[in-house]
Nanobody, 122 residues
Framework: QVQLVESGGGSVQAGGSLRLSCAASGYAAESYYMAWFRQAPGKEREGVAD????????YYAPSVEGRFTISRDNAKNTLYLQMHSLKPEDTAMYYC???????????????WGQGTQVTVSS
């Protein structure tokens, strides 16, 4: 059974940094495309960044390009999101997602974690 568990969220001031982790189990991570999404209260879930099974070809939403870095360690079955220069508008629940098929930043991934909250104060 595929399971994704996010961690690393918290509360920071604007300009601060956080690193999110997503621990995967129940499948061979190196076979899956993975991504980070976020959802703020009252807003639709939006894609933040995605990455290929090998760790190459990262893609970022324009709103986070240059501030966030997605990476993965397949030996540890873990996906990461390093976030710098955080802004209040980055406040949201952050989710990781996985699928054997390339989904990019579309929300139709097969597997999802429960999310970790990121709150950025001004």
């Amino acid at each position: 059974q595929v399971q994704l568990v996010e961690s690393g969220g918290g509360s920071v001031q604007a300009g601060g940094s956080l690193r999110l982790s997503c621990a995967a189990s129940g499948y061979a991570a190196e076979s899956y495309y993975m991504a980070w999404f976020r959802q703020a209260p009252g807003k639709e879930r939006e894609g933040v960044a995605d990455i290929s099974p090998s760790g190459g070809r990262p893609y970022y939403a324009p709103s986070v390009e240059g501030r966030f870095t997605i990476s993965r360690d397949n030996a540890k079955n873990t996906l990461y999101l390093q976030m710098h220069s955080l802004k209040p508008e980055d406040t949201a629940m952050y989710y990781c997602a996985a699928d054997r098929v390339l989904r990019g930043l579309r929300t139709d991934y097969a597997y999802w974690g429960q999310g970790t909250q990121v709150t950025v104060s001004s």
